[in-house]
């Protein structure tokens, strides 16, 4: 038999190992399609936009006096202490008329106990050579309301 290129008859007369080569698959043809769709994070499920900005609604941190000037209350500082005593009973104020925080509170008041107990600050009464000292604040209006 004679054959002629291009007809059906060569395709039987193809050995097994250029059959294999002519039906491995072809890594370029089966390669997967890459679109350039944009990943969905877990993050951006919301309808926030997707850049980091802080939030420009976000109150400031409110301080108290003595932590945004980095005060430590020592009993030895009476001027400082004698602020938060009243002139008239020498009781201490509370956190709700100073503003102060809950910590500091807490340390004013033990430093005012160690400064009386030492007879550096007197108990009943406020010293009156600090009776003309600026206030922190204000006794009269307190900056939290409360019931009396």
């Known amino acids: ?18 059959l294999r080569q002519f039906l491995r698959p072809n890594p370029v043809i089966l390669r997967p399609v890459v679109r350039n769709v944009p990943q969905i994070r877990a993050e951006s499920t919301t309808d926030e936009p997707l850049f980091d900005m ?3 609604f976000e109150k400031e941190k409110q301080q108290c006096l003595l932590c945004r000037h980095k005060i430590t209350p020592d009993y030895k500082n009476v001027r400082l202490l ?7 009973t020498g009781r201490v104020y509370g956190k709700h008329i100073t503003g102060l925080c ?5 340390l004013v008041e033990a430093e005012i106990v160690k400064a009386q107990s030492a007879g550096l600050m007197a108990t009943y009464l406020k010293e009156p050579c600090f009776l003309k000292d600026p206030k922190l604040f204000d006794a009269d209006n307190p900056i939290r309301p409360h019931r009396f």
């Open 82 to 88: 004698s602020q938060f005593q009243s002139p008239y």
């Open 1 to 18: 038999m004679h054959f002629r290129p291009g007809t059906l008859s060569l395709a039987v007369h193809l050995t097994s190992n250029m």
């Open 54 to 56: 802080e939030n420009p």
């Open 102 to 106: 809950e910590t500091q509170q807490k």
